[in-house]
């Protein structure tokens, strides 16, 4: 079983920036991908921004410019820096893990606000 932690989410006003931290932790597992969605109220889940174990990184047209996922090094642990922030990125982010199994696992979410 893989547990993802989220971290990092709150309130900030149009134009402020925020960093988004998710640890992985659990039994045995290899991923073969991690990223972030996001789900407005009313709204699909979405995809905000991916990285693949190669640190290959694909975003969110909406997003590009503004977001940036990384991965730490030696680490289950991966960041969205937000920047730029709009009220239209009001949202609960959420990570995703996807194993080379195929199975996914996804965390428990962080409520972003932006303030216009």
């Known amino acids: 079983q893989v547990q993802l932690v989220e971290s990092g989410g709150g309130l900030v006003q149009a134009g402020g920036s925020l960093r988004l931290s998710c640890a992985a932790s659990?039994?045995?597992?290899?991923?073969?991908?991690m990223g972030w969605y996001r789900q407005a109220p009313g709204k699909q889940r979405e995809l905000v921004a991916t990285?693949?174990?190669?640190?290959?990184?694909d975003y969110a047209e909406s997003v590009k410019g503004r977001f940036t996922i990384s991965r730490e090094s030696g680490k289950n642990t991966v960041y969205l820096q937000m920047n730029s922030l709009k009220p239209e990125d009001t949202a609960v982010y959420y990570c995703?893990?996807?194993?080379?199994?195929?199975?996914?696992?996804w965390g428990q979410g962080t409520q972003v606000t932006v303030s216009s």
């Open positions: 990285i693949t174990p190669g640190r290959i990184t």
């Open positions: 995703r893990l996807t194993a080379r199994s195929g199975s996914f696992y």
């Open positions: 659990g039994s045995s597992f290899s991923i073969n991908g």
